[in-house]
């Protein structure tokens, strides 16, 4: 017999809890299904052209909408009343699932994120990075509301607390150490975006930004710069990324468990036979999908990189040919065309997935979260304690990194000038080839977040590593500073989405009234 484990005891109370019911009386929010559709391929469209993570697509949405519906002025109240009927129109939620009341409450929120922007600008201190700070916490605010994490979080907060007695970090300020522990398992098990990670850490550390009272943006704005300082020196920390990096492997446990009590309740934790072979089910199940995942997810970031930057690289290399040559030089340009996808797609091939070994750690680990006098052969007591070297060494090294650069960009620069690559083919060479190794290192990192075993990686690995290095370090950066420019966003956005969303509603309200007049007759 287990002694069971009262944190996880918590957890399930949690898991158990019906879902709160709206009163039948309560009147739903409800769109045509005629312009439901329009909306909905509408936004399968975009989000094609605009690669992001799934489970962000409706939090950007919001904030997308919030973007456009703030340039007209129009009242926070109405602001709410369309948001949400686009959410509704775009099937990011069903039709006659949020309360009427849910509007009510989505205009209190951009009453204290609008309004603190407000008086700043008022007071002549709001900046563009204050606005879209600002505009990013409405956003996450308003997706929380409408569509809760409370299991989710439970899940982080079962996980932090199995975890944080465990950490040796040689922080001294053991606060301090808590919340970077609590950060580091949010990050790991939600997978947030910059926007949505700041917003945990606002809701949880400052509690009167999300207390959305009333005639209460004066009193945020006053400590508004002292607020968002504090916030990124929590995230910036240099123990939160060396917890997030230690606590990627923890992650499949905790998502089993989760998916194990979601399915069965608690009753099949008690039963080991049971439940090793739902563990195991469960595992073999996951892997497959992460495979299928996997295929669909780098069809999906290639085709983002084709048409946001490829085609815009052509459109540069054609015509620069034409003038400089008189002609096209088809080897750049063949070589632009296959070698990128061919790289992806060889990253992809690449990527190993957990095996019979793995299932097994999972299931220790989940044994170990189930019973307190279990074993420890899982969680036991790590120290993540910041590297410091001497101001020689650093400096060595950041001279060895740099020569890293050199020669992987130099061997590229040399095959390309040997294929007769002139300066323009080049450049939109390279760029693809960071871009792509960025995101096909992002795909197997997708893959990583199965695996729980600890893995050393070999001679020829650490090589590789070593040459791409500098490569993906770029295409990061070129991934997250040039992703603004994206025409076919531009266009969207700007040419299209909004007299889109204007003949959208226009149709919603044609409806409407045949539906009055058929009334009529009635």
Known sequence: MHEKNEKLQRYIRIMMEKKTVVPADEPMMSVSEASSALAFYYEKIRN???????HLLRQNAIKR???????FQESRSDIADALVKELIRSRYFSNNTIPTSAV?????????FVGVAETLRQ???????????LLGMSACAIDELLAPLTKEEALVHLMYEQLVDSVESGVEDDKLRRQQVYIAT?????????????????????PEWTAYAKNHSDLLTESYERTRASIEALIKHPLN???????RRFRIPFFILHTIIKKHGNAVLEQDTQLEAEITRLCESLYQ???KRLVSRTIRAFVYIFLTKMVLGFAIELPYDILTLGHVNSLPLIVNVVFPPALLLAITLSVKFPKKDNTAMIVTAIKEMIDVN???????????????RSRTLTVIFTILHLALFAVSFGAIIWVLRKLQFNAVSGVIFVLFVCLITFFGVSLRRSVRDFIIIKSKPSFIALFFDSFFLPIIQVGHWLSFNISRINIFIFLFDVLIELPFQALVEITEEWFSFLKEKKEEID
Do not use: C, G
């Not at 009510?104 to 204290?112: P, R």
């Not at 279990?374 to 410091?388: D, G, L, S, W």
């Open 289 to 291: 999908m992460q495979k």
């Open 65 to 71: 909408i919030l973007s456009r519906r703030l340039i």
């Open 374 to 388: 279990a074993p420890m052969a899982v969680f036991t007591p790590q120290r993540y304690r910041e590297k410091k």
């Open 48 to 54: 094609i052209i605009d690669y992001q993570d799934e």
């Open 104 to 112: 009510v409450k989505v205009a209190e929120i951009l009453d204290t």
């Open 241 to 247: 990324r060396r917890l997030t990096q230690a606590f």
């Open 123 to 133: 007071n002549h201190k709001l900046s563009d990075a204050d606005e879209e700070w």
């Open 186 to 206: 949010y990050r790991v098990l939600l997978r947030p975006d910059a926007l949505r990670l700041r917003f945990f850490v606002l809701k949880h550390t400052f």
